[in-house]
């Protein structure tokens, strides 16, 4: 594969995408920014004589992929594999009174039809502790006595073919009664009281009540999520296969995690971790959604062992929306101290964070991140911020693209615009005002979080050039003052990417190419790519002679995964580590030892310090007052996300993560009724973007390095999910300004922003 085709300086192409969401031709918008560190890297990559780095590699992972010759779980060959389907609960609460299997069982096809009965109780995954963990939901695999959550598998059907598991399924009656103690509230509501809050979580520093008793002014804001539904194209599937004579098992998953999910699998089952194989062979996609082992997935791997025959599973796309895990969902409201002359004093903030009715891996992440990432880039000394998750009877909510950083951002970037707005003055004044300095940096805010990097004074000022600013606000205001409902939204945040570890496996071959072995795994996310472009890079050869490993507990060292945009930072770091490592034996080896022998280095690499990336993205958007129609006229952004290895791939990670902003800004929402009843569950009810719902997109980037990874590199998987939907939403609230309105819940549909300027209108001549 070569990889020569065409070679981008270490930053972003400013680009376009057209409505179609192809490019526009090179030419006609392009305009490339140089992009100057303002300090040198504290760890410098050495300057290569190919300079791999940087380049716009094509993802070597894509001919596979896009001319059908990809190999997903669902496409694993497995001879002889039973089928599952699931009995799921059609109510979201009760007590199971009796299952009827019979008619079910003796179908043909039918080989066993189970309940919570013929389990052994088995516990769920391993929840991460970011916050304490108050109390914890039961888990069960299948329902034992009570229901809670619609769509929680009852009972399971395996059969030789999938249509008559599905047939069987339907044929097992569960009766279910009212239930009267249960604590968590149906439907997506409030708590009820302390047995529902889960998770805990609180940051203060300084004395917040003294603070905004003295502030010269004051703004609070309330923000409700939507809750969404990850959607990635690839459903949930599992296939697994188990050696009768051992006992061992091989299990092919669509996972973000597959290490851990091995990890999680022999504990809950009572193996060896070595009697567990893990494989995440092509994964179309998770953003969050697979980085958890769910109650469907336990029963098949047990059922795998049970019945010592292989079995295979893969969600539809309605079972996802009913039981995968949502993400967002949360209610948080926030008050900012303001003194004279605009410098912010003192913030609080209390959020109430939605969990579903049992615990994913990362259920706190969301919760976490959202609190500890609040104050942004922002120099606030005073803090005091509460967290509370929520039990309610509904599918998990866990961790979804940006996980929190999106949560914090917008809480941040309302405030900072609601600020501007009562004190009139421009927002990008008032935030340059009050940033972090970049000689302050690292910084440890008041939360305890350590800003690692950055210079967001700088990102301000450039946003301001590139995007022409001032003549956007200008044309605004004329065309506001022609009757035009026009906003102009703005969004500057910080985002973090992963903590501690990966680690990789590099063997150099006497033939001159290589092989990495990567602990990190993709979720289709083009990492075979980049990270080949690492390992050429330090071995000065070709990328295309460069082969990569990943997704295999047994293939590949141990790793964390595919998460909070970790892969390039840290992932790509211990990958760096390797090559070197064989370089320097090599060196040392001389060159007369080369040919004869393969040189071979594996590295755990430990970052001391998450990397932050930042970002300033702007929308601009007219709001049809007849019919609420909101569009974005022109969506602009600049991220500083350190040395980038391949500016195409930051620009589809960055554009794909604007598509799923916009899709929360705009269109997509979960939706329970007040019974726990899901009445969004397929995409005829769950509104996802499409092209045409894409704007036009210009993207810039500076580039300040990270000093605590070998690459320099930060986060840009999850840039666009943080900085779009508070951008946008500034920018609705900013277009409706002039009619009084203060407040909007997202998605921003035609309807919504109807029924809002119907009211503004209605209160304003009463
Ligand atoms: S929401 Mo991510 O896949 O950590």
Not at 415 to 425: C, I, K, T
Not at 724 to 730: G, S
Request: charged letters at 20%; a negative charge; glycine letters at 10%.
């Amino acid at each position: 594969m070569s990889c020569s085709d065409s070679q981008f300086p270490a930053q972003f192409r400013l680009s376009r995408i057209d409505k179609r969401g192809f490019p526009v031709p090179k030419g006609l918008h392009l305009t490339v920014l140089p992009s100057v560190p303002d300090r040198p890297s504290c760890a410098p990559v050495p300057a290569p004589r190919r300079a791999v780095i940087g380049r716009s590699c094509k993802r070597r992972e894509d001919r596979a992929l896009v001319t059908g010759h990809g190999q997903f779980t669902a496409d694993v060959p497995l001879d002889g594999a039973l089928q599952v389907a699931f009995v799921r609960s059609d109510v979201a609460k009760g007590r199971i009174a009796g299952i009827a299997c019979d008619a079910a069982s003796s179908l043909p096809g039918v080989v066993a039809v189970l309940t919570a009965a013929d389990l052994p109780a088995l516990r769920g995954p391993s929840v991460n502790p970011v916050l304490e963990l108050s109390s914890m939901p039961q888990f069960q695999v299948l329902a034992r006595d009570r229901i809670s959550a619609v769509g929680q598998p009852v009972a399971a059907v395996l059969a030789t073919g999938i249509a008559a598991a599905a047939d069987a399924a339907a044929q097992v009656v569960v009766d279910i009664v009212d239930g009267d103690d249960d604590a968590a509230p149906a439907g997506d509501t409030g708590a009820t009281g302390d047995s529902s809050i889960a998770v805990r979580g609180g940051w203060r520093q300084g004395d917040a009540a003294a603070l905004f008793a003295e502030a010269d002014h004051v703004v609070c804001v309330t923000v409700q999520h939507p809750r969404l539904a990850a959607c990635s194209l690839e459903p949930r599937s599992v296939a697994v296969d188990v050696d009768r004579d051992s006992g061992a098992l091989t299990v092919w998953l669509s996972t973000q995690t597959p290490h851990r999910a091995r990890t999680d699998l022999a504990h809950i089952l009572g193996l060896d971790a070595h009697h567990v194989h893990v494989i995440a062979p092509d994964v179309g996609g998770a953003f969050g959604m697979k980085a958890s082992l769910y109650p469907e997935e336990i029963f098949v791997v047990w059922a795998a062992l049970h019945t010592g025959r292989p079995v295979r599973w893969n969600a539809t796309r309605s079972e996802d929306m009913l039981s995968a895990s949502h993400g967002r969902g949360g209610r948080l409201s926030g008050r900012l101290a303001i003194g004279r002359n605009g410098r912010f004093l003192a913030l609080s903030a209390d959020f109430e964070m939605p969990l579903g009715a049992w615990l994913t891996t990362s259920a706190a992440v969301p919760s976490w991140n959202a609190g500890r990432i609040l104050p942004g880039p922002y120099a606030v000394d005073c803090v005091d911020i509460a967290v509370r998750g929520i039990l309610c009877a509904t599918a998990p909510v866990g961790i979804y693209r940006g996980a929190g950083r999106p949560e914090a951002a917008m809480l941040m970037e309302r405030l900072v615009h609601e600020a501007a707005r009562v004190l009139d003055r421009d927002p990008l004044d008032l935030r340059a005002q009050n940033l972090v300095p970049p000689t302050g940096m690292p910084h440890r805010g008041a939360t305890g979080t350590v800003l690692d990097s950055g210079d967001y004074p700088r990102l301000v000022r450039r946003f301001r050039d590139y995007s022409d600013y001032d003549a956007l606000c200008c044309e605004r205001d004329r065309r506001r003052q022609n009757g035009s409902l026009v906003g102009i939204g703005t969004a500057l945040f910080v985002e973090p990417c992963g903590r501690g570890w990966e680690s990789a496996r590099v063997e150099w071959r006497p033939d001159g190419t290589a092989l990495l072995a990567t602990g990190s795994s993709s979720q289709g996310h083009g990492r075979e790519t980049a990270y080949a472009q690492i390992v050429a890079d330090a071995l000065d050869i070709e990328p295309d002679r460069v082969t990569v490993a990943e997704g295999d507990t047994e293939l590949c060292p141990n790793g964390i995964g595919a998460l909070a945009s970790r892969s390039t930072a840290i992932g790509g770091s211990a990958v760096l580590e390797a090559a070197r490592e064989v370089r320097a034996k090599r060196d040392r080896a001389g060159p007369e030892n080369a040919p004869e022998n393969s040189i071979v280095a594996e590295t755990v690499f430990q970052c001391e310090h998450e990397a932050w990336g930042s970002g300033l993205h702007l929308a601009m958007v007219s709001i049809d007052p007849d019919t609420g129609t909101l569009t974005v006229e022109r969506f602009l952004c600049v991220d500083d996300i350190g040395t980038v290895i391949n500016p195409m791939l930051a620009e589809g990670q960055l554009s794909g993560g604007l598509a799923q902003g916009l899709g929360e800004a705009l269109l997509e929402k979960v939706v329970y009724d007040a019974d726990g009843q899901l009445l969004t569950g397929s995409l005829m009810d769950y509104a996802m973007p499409r092209a045409a719902d894409m704007p036009d997109i210009g993207m810039a980037s500076q580039a300040t390095p990270a000093p605590f990874n070998l690459l320099g590199a930060k986060g840009i998987g999850e840039a666009g999910t943080i900085g779009a939907p508070a951008a946008i939403l500034n920018a609705a609230l900013d277009a409706l300004s002039p009619l009084g309105v203060r407040e909007l819940d997202m998605p921003l549909t035609g309807a919504a922003l109807w029924t809002a300027i119907q009211s503004a209108r209605q209160g304003g001549s009463a």
